[in-house]
Every structure is written in C-alpha cells, then in structure tokens.
C-alpha cells in the first residue's frame, strides 16, 4: 500500500495572530478557570471579556461548541475546549466565525 507524504509545517504565534487580524479580530483572551492564561494584544485589559464568559457559559452549558454575538458591527465569540475557555472580539463576519474559531484554537 503506498503512503501518500506527511507535510509538516510550523506556524507561530504571530502567524496565527495576523490571519486572526485579517478576520477584523482586535481582542483575544484565553481562560483556565478565572485566570487569563493568553491575551492579545498582549497587555490588554480582557476584563469585560471575562465577565461576558460568566453569563455565556450558562447559555452555553455542556452542549453548544460556541455562542456568538453580534451587536452593530462588534462580535464576540465564546468557545471552550475540555479546560479552556476562549473569548474572540471584533468586526468578524458571521461567515468567518468558523475559521476564526479554527485558528484561535491554534494558539494553545
């Protein structure tokens, strides 16, 4: 049986943070618990995002991969993964949530 070839690529941080740009993302947190374990930009003050995964995580529960709001031209996104949370936010359009959600959880 032949083997088709293994392509192996790296991709940093700064790559993903710029496709993340690109989508129109301007504020990224990542979660464990309460405690901020990744934010960009790096000193951001993530602390209205924090408070918003209280109140989404009980729309959430233990079924919906992610929840997205949109108000005007601002979206948050809010997944989690089995121990972190992720909470997106910027003018991100509805079709590129996926991909958004994608490449955010290239970051951890």
């Given amino acids: 049986m032949?083997?088709?070839?293994?392509i192996e690529f790296v991709v940093e941080d700064k790559?993903?943070?710029?496709?993340?740009?690109?989508?129109?993302?301007?504020r990224l947190a990542?979660?464990?618990s309460d405690a901020v374990?990744?934010?960009?930009?790096?000193?951001a003050d993530v602390?209205?995002?924090k408070a918003?995964?209280?109140?989404?995580?009980?729309?959430i529960g233990g079924t919906e991969p992610w929840?997205?709001?949109k108000r005007d031209s601002r979206s948050i996104v809010i997944f989690k993964t089995s121990d972190r949370v992720f909470?997106?936010?910027?003018?991100?359009n509805l079709a590129d949530y996926d991909a958004v959600v994608m490449l955010s959880r290239l970051l951890l």
Avoid: C, M, Q, W
Wanted: no cysteine.
């Fill in 2 to 6: 032949d083997r088709e070839p293994v």
């Fill in 87 to 92: 909470v997106i936010e910027g003018e991100i």
């Fill in 67 to 69: 929840l997205a709001l």
């Fill in 15 to 26: 790559d993903i943070l710029e496709a993340l740009k690109r989508f129109g993302v301007t």
């Fill in 37 to 43: 374990i990744y934010r960009y930009p790096e000193h």
């Fill in 30 to 32: 990542i979660l464990n």
């Fill in 52 to 59: 918003l995964v209280s109140s989404a995580l009980a729309i």
């Fill in 47 to 49: 602390t209205d995002l």
